[in-house]
């Protein structure tokens, strides 16, 4: 006997139940992230110190360090990507679904069509793309210093990372030596009864040792950053636009997916 192999359709109250619990899993996700975003940021930051004494002076342990990037931008919203997806997909698919014969209208975003979407998936949309949430976490994503010089690390340790890191920058140490000695008075023999010798100090400068310092960063740049918010807003009135010129048709599946909106809000 032939196996059936054919994958059972999705039917919608299913569908329904999973949206209605994964939105839950979402709207967490981004509050974490906002907070993350917020108090973490030392996550984002590395620090390299080395020093090596010179012979004969002492060992200043404090000035060696290594301190690794935990995380980067990118990581960070991949992993929210890839754990959010589901939910998208599932939200786009019942309104698709449930507007099967309503209103539809062509995306327009930035010149490039998207694609046709009824009224119910744009509204979905609208609604997803003025949430405080959304814009939350992108306006509260980390960001390198526009002060520091930044170029992308060739560390191996951060191959392949989006790590970027600051010039090295190498210092002597140094410290400050008081030495005493007798000041000369060719007016008063030494032999003088109750001769006493004027005494001063001098001060000495002694080099104990060479260091460096360089920050790593996995940070995104301030323009990254007003980047994303800017394709938020542009993507915002490009629904609003389609809303209005929506008209009727029957779909199943939504062409808006995770991948889709996110690929465009992270791109470089």
């Given at each position: 006997?032939?196996?059936?192999?054919?994958k059972s359709p999705?039917?919608?109250?299913?569908?329904?139940?999973?949206?209605?619990?994964?939105?839950?899993?979402?709207?967490?996700?981004?509050?974490?992230?906002?907070?993350?975003?917020?108090?973490?940021?030392?996550?984002?930051?590395?620090?390299?110190?080395?020093?090596?004494?010179?012979?004969?002076?002492?060992?200043?342990?404090?000035?060696?360090?290594?301190?690794?990037?935990?995380?980067?931008?990118?990581?960070?919203?991949?992993?929210?990507?890839?754990?959010?997806?589901?939910?998208?997909?599932?939200?786009?698919?019942?309104?698709?679904?449930?507007?099967?014969?309503?209103?539809?209208?062509?995306?327009?975003?930035?010149?490039?069509?998207?694609?046709?979407?009824?009224?119910?998936?744009?509204?979905?949309?609208?609604?997803?793309?003025?949430?405080?949430?959304?814009?939350?976490?992108?306006?509260?994503?980390?960001?390198r210093s526009d002060?520091?010089?930044?170029?992308?690390?060739?560390?191996?340790?951060?191959?392949?990372?989006?790590?970027?890191?600051?010039?090295?920058?190498?210092?002597?140490?140094?410290?400050?030596?008081?030495?005493?000695?007798?000041?000369?008075?060719?007016?008063?023999?030494?032999?003088?009864?109750?001769?006493?010798?004027?005494?001063?100090?001098?001060?000495?400068?002694?080099?104990?040792?060479?260091?460096?310092?360089?920050?790593?960063?996995?940070?995104?740049?301030?323009?990254?950053?007003?980047?994303?918010?800017?394709?938020?807003?542009?993507?915002?009135?490009?629904?609003?636009?389609?809303?209005?010129?929506?008209?009727?048709?029957?779909?199943?599946?939504?062409?808006?997916?995770?991948?889709?909106?996110?690929?465009?809000?992270?791109?470089?």
């Amino acid at each position: 006997m032939k196996k059936n192999n054919k994958k059972s359709p999705l039917k919608l109250h299913i569908l329904l139940a999973k949206t209605d619990v994964l939105a839950a899993q979402f709207k967490g996700a981004l509050k974490d992230y906002i907070g993350f975003f917020k108090n973490k940021q030392g996550a984002f930051r590395g620090e390299r110190k080395t020093y090596e004494a010179n012979p004969g002076t002492v060992d200043e342990v404090s000035r060696r360090g290594n301190v690794l990037v935990q995380t980067t931008v990118d990581e960070k919203l991949e992993w929210f990507t890839e754990n959010n997806s589901e939910y998208i997909n599932a939200l786009f698919s019942q309104e698709k679904t449930n507007s099967c014969g309503i209103a539809k209208a062509e995306l327009i975003v930035d010149g490039e069509s998207w694609g046709e979407f009824t009224s119910l998936e744009l509204l979905r949309l609208k609604t997803l793309l003025e949430s405080s949430d959304l814009k939350g976490m992108y306006g509260n994503i980390p960001v390198r210093s526009d002060a520091e010089e930044w170029n992308e690390t060739d560390a191996e340790m951060y191959q392949g990372r989006a790590i970027f890191e600051s010039p090295k920058n190498t210092y002597t140490n140094k410290t400050t030596i008081k030495e005493s000695y007798i000041l000369e008075d060719p007016n008063v023999s030494k032999t003088t009864a109750n001769y006493t010798p004027q005494v001063a100090q001098k001060n000495i400068i002694q080099e104990l040792g060479q260091g460096s310092i360089q920050r790593f960063s996995g940070e995104w740049s301030h323009r990254q950053r007003a980047e994303v918010l800017k394709r938020i807003s542009a993507l915002h009135l490009a629904v609003v636009q389609a809303l209005k010129a929506a008209n009727d048709v029957e779909v199943v599946e939504s062409e808006m997916t995770a991948e889709k909106l996110f690929d465009y809000l992270h791109q470089e």
